[in-house]
């Protein structure tokens, strides 16, 4: 079955700290992987994608994540983090091109906090 | 700017009563999505549509309707029929899955509204 997990529901992290958002999957196909930010109340942004070649990839506000096949891990990472990037974060995945359109596949979130 | 409106932002419904969401997109985007978010549930795919005229049933179509007549307008009806509608919901675009390649799968998301059943 495909799925997207998320195994962290809230993170709380003191400003200036490290961060890395945990996401594994289960796909049957090659998987085109994505991080999603949403403040409270709206809609969701993207952070970034990875699509193929380099498996480190940046994103906006100074994310980063890397995309492992062994581990079949897409983590989320930042060096140091600041209080308006606390947010709910989501881990997306969807099929290659040419397969069932843009139905990304979403895990349950995790719910970052930062303490000043 | 381009971008995706919904609206209303907040709406109220009585129980037995259907309403409709409006998803309006100025992209240009060949796909519209519709999902459903509930907390601690991610996003749950309704329905979606690839071209006008023509729309898909997702994971949770049951007591929802769409129509797709214009390319900038996909709708969203919540009907009687869906027994536990309050919810957020969450319109997206992205560009023609056909021959795409880095844009492929990128949704932009509108704001979301917000249902309330009283």
């Known amino acids: 079955a495909q799925s997207v997990t998320q195994p962290d529901i809230h993170i709380t992290v003191s400003e200036g700290a490290s961060l890395e958002l945990r996401c594994n999957y289960s796909y049957g196909a090659t998987p085109y992987l994505f991080w999603y930010v949403?403040?409270?109340?709206?809609?969701?942004?993207?952070?970034?994608?990875?699509?193929?070649?380099?498996?480190?990839?940046?994103?906006?506000?100074?994310?980063?994540?890397?995309?492992?096949?062994?581990?079949?891990?897409?983590?989320?990472?930042?060096?140091?983090?600041?209080?308006?990037?606390?947010?709910?974060?989501?881990c997306a995945v969807g099929p290659a091109i040419g397969d069932q359109g843009g139905k990304l596949i979403f895990g349950q979130g995790t719910e970052l906090s930062v303490k000043p | 700017d381009g971008g995706i409106t919904q609206s209303p932002k907040y709406l109220f419904r009585k129980e037995g009563q259907n309403v409709t969401l409006s998803c309006e997109q100025n992209l240009n985007h060949d796909a519209m999505y519709w999902y459903r978010q509930d907390p601690g549930q991610g996003l749950r795919l309704i329905y979606y549509?690839?071209?006008?005229?023509?729309?898909?049933?997702?994971?949770?179509?049951?007591?929802?309707?769409?129509?797709?007549?214009?390319?900038?307008?996909?709708?969203?009806?919540v009907t009687s029929a869906q027994k536990n509608p309050t919810a957020f919901y969450l319109?997206?675009?992205?560009?023609?899955?056909?021959?795409?390649?880095?844009?492929?799968?990128?949704?932009?998301?509108?704001?979301?509204?917000?249902?309330?059943?009283?």
């Open chain 1, 38 to 90: 949403q403040s409270p109340g709206q809609g969701l942004q993207l952070l970034l994608k990875y699509f193929s070649g380099d498996t480190l990839v940046q994103g906006i506000k100074g994310f980063e994540a890397e995309f492992k096949r062994s581990q079949s891990s897409f983590n989320l990472r930042k060096p140091s983090v600041h209080w308006s990037d606390a947010a709910e974060y989501f």
């Open chain 2, 49 to 77: 549509s690839q071209i006008v005229n023509d729309f898909q049933k997702g994971d949770i179509a049951e007591g929802y309707s769409v129509s797709r007549e214009k390319k900038e307008s996909f709708p969203l009806t």
């Open chain 2, 91 to 118: 319109c997206a675009s992205s560009i023609s899955q056909v021959g795409a390649l880095s844009g492929a799968n990128v949704l932009t998301f509108g704001a979301g509204s917000r249902l309330t059943v009283l």
